[in-house]
């Protein structure tokens, strides 16, 4: 009988997962977490997301552009409504029935100048405030005068006078020529003006009703009548809430 060839076998090698050896599962662990990490990076924000300051912060200004080199101040005289343009044409601010809007007309009286537009959020959530306190103030001579600026046109001005029952002095500044006088970069910003017609305060801020009665009681007229006990509050239209965190927003408010 033939000899046999020594019969031999050797056990087939496996990986250590499936088909996968070691060194192949470490450079794929090492892969993942490659990516990981750079995903982490790549998504993470580059400051700090906690909020700074109160978590309810008073309502902030509506910034249309960088602020000019210097602005109007406290101490200077308040420009007239009117300028001469570069063609020689005179541009005067009138109110939503064209009636000329004049500060020289206003000398003697506390006026209140507001810079306003009616799709700005911080401006609206301010108007009855200004609604309410032109109403409380007018006997004792405070003028408010509410400038409107970097709008469509007019009539969006007088629906949003009509639909909120405006009664102070609302003046569209169409052209932009009375927002550039103002040297303005932010909406709303506030003008007070005193009897003299020198500036008082300027403020680039909406306000609420007792910061706003605080400017107005310091440039009142010195013969201005004392307060009188005034009637109940006006049931609220619910159609504004309070100047704290404004959201913004492309189109007016509903």
């Known amino acids: ?41 790549a998504t ?22 960088p602020a000019p ?30 009636r000329p809007v004049r500060l020289d007309a206003l000398r003697g009286k506390a006026v209140w100048i ?9 401006c609206q959530s301010e108007t009855p405030v200004l609604r309410d306190l032109a109403e409380r103030y007018a006997d004792r001579g405070l003028v408010v005068v509410g400038v409107s600026v970097q709008e469509t046109n ?12 405006l009664g102070y002095t609302v ?10 006088l103002y040297r303005l970069y932010g909406l709303p910003t506030q003008f007070f003006v005193g ?8 403020i680039l801020a909406p306000l609420d009703e007792s910061s706003a009665a605080a400017q107005i009681e310091a440039i009142l007229p010195d013969d201005s009548p004392e307060p009188t006990l005034s009637a109940p509050p006006k049931p609220s239209l619910g159609l504004f809430s309070p100047a704290t965190s404004v959201q913004p927003i492309s189109s007016p408010i509903p």
């Open 69 to 98: 080199s210097q602005g109007l101040r406290a101490g200077e005289l308040a420009p007239e409504f009117s300028v001469v343009r570069g063609d020689g044409t005179t541009f005067q601010l009138s109110d939503l029935d064209g």
């Open 195 to 202: 009897p003299d017609g020198a500036i008082r305060s300027v």
């Open 44 to 65: 993470r924000p580059l400051g700090s997301i906690r909020p700074i300051g109160p978590a309810n912060p008073q309502a902030t200004p509506y910034i249309l552009g």
């Open 154 to 165: 007019a009539d969006d001005v007088r629906a949003y006078a009509q639909r909120y029952q």
């Open 1 to 41: 009988m033939a000899d046999r060839p020594d019969f031999t076998h050797r056990k087939e090698r496996h990986g250590l997962v499936g088909p996968f050896s070691g060194r192949q599962l470490a450079v794929l662990a090492i892969s993942v977490v490659v990516v990981a990490i750079g995903l982490f990076v």
């Open 114 to 122: 507001n810079f306003w537009a009616s799709w700005c959020p911080p």
């Open 171 to 180: 003046a569209p500044d169409l052209s932009g020529d009375i927002f550039r």
